[in-house]
């Protein structure tokens, strides 16, 4: 059975960074691809950012493009999300979850994704 725990979440102020990590278990870590979405308060869940399997292309939500990047060890079975230059509206709770069918097409649509993290806290204070 596949399970996701996300660390690396935390308090901190407008500028700073952030490493987020998920740590993949119960299957074969290649075969998934994995993306980030977030979730503030009273809002919607967004996509992040997504690593394809195997080849491990990228994609990024326009908030994400130039600030976050998204890679993965598949030797640790963990996906990293390196998040630069804080913002406060980067405040949520991130989650990961992975995919094992899905397409460059469908990496920001969440519904797609099998499996899914319990989240971690990112807050970012002005």
């Known amino acids: 059975q596949v399970q996701l725990v996300e660390s690396g979440g935390g308090l901190v102020q407008a500028g700073d960074n952030l490493r987020l990590s998920c740590a993949f278990s119960?299957?074969?870590?290649?075969?998934?691809?994995i993306g980030w979405f977030r979730q503030a308060p009273g809002l919607e869940r967004e996509f992040v950012a997504a690593?394809?399997?195997?080849?491990?292309?990228?994609a990024y939500a326009d908030s994400a493009k130039g600030r976050f990047t998204i890679s993965r060890d598949n030797a640790k079975n963990t996906v990293y999300l390196q998040m630069n230059s804080l913002r406060p509206d980067d405040t949520a709770v991130y989650y990961c979850?992975?995919?094992?069918?899905?397409?460059?097409?469908?990496?920001?649509?969440?519904?797609?994704?099998?499996?899914w993290g319990q989240g971690t806290q990112v807050t970012v204070s002005s």
């Open positions: 690593i394809k399997r195997y080849g491990g292309d990228t």
């Open positions: 119960g299957d074969t870590f290649r075969r998934y691809s």
């Open positions: 979850a992975a995919g094992s069918g899905l397409i460059t097409s469908t990496l920001r649509i969440g519904a797609q994704y099998d499996h």
